[in-house]
């Protein structure tokens, strides 16, 4: 199982961008996909997930108004939008699978860093 993240970079506060995560490997169909984000000298935070088949979403708190997951089936992709980027968002972003007999999410992207500037 291969799970690519891109699409980070350095951006302005108020920018927005598109997190992609590609999923090779395997059949994703009854996986839950989540993205997380650690910044510097923090823990690691769950910020959203979305079940593959059914599309049902779950966001964090933090995360609720401004971050939206998606996935693109044909593309076995999953994206995480964020609007009116704020200097706190700045911090890598990994996304991560896991099946549905898994309770922790098992296997791991390697991360993209997105940098907010204000």
């Known amino acids: 199982v291969q799970l690519q993240a891109s699409g980070g970079g350095p951006v302005q506060a108020g920018d927005s961008l598109r997190l992609s995560c590609a999923a090779s490997?395997?059949?994703?169909?009854?996986?839950?996909m989540g993205w997380f984000r650690q910044a510097a000298g923090k823990e690691r935070e769950f910020v959203a997930s979305?079940?593959?088949?059914?599309?049902?979403?779950s966001y964090a708190d933090s995360a609720k108004g401004r971050f939206t997951i998606s996935r693109d089936k044909a593309e076995n992709t999953v994206y995480l939008q964020i609007n009116s980027l704020k200097p706190e968002d700045t911090a890598v972003y990994y996304c991560?699978?896991?099946?549905?007999?898994?309770?922790?999410?098992?296997?791991w992207g390697q991360g993209t860093q997105v940098t907010v500037s204000s």
């Open positions: 979305i079940y593959w088949n059914t599309g049902i979403t």
């Open positions: 490997g395997r059949t994703f169909r009854t996986y839950n």
């Open positions: 991560a699978a896991k099946g549905p007999g898994q309770s922790q999410y098992f296997y």
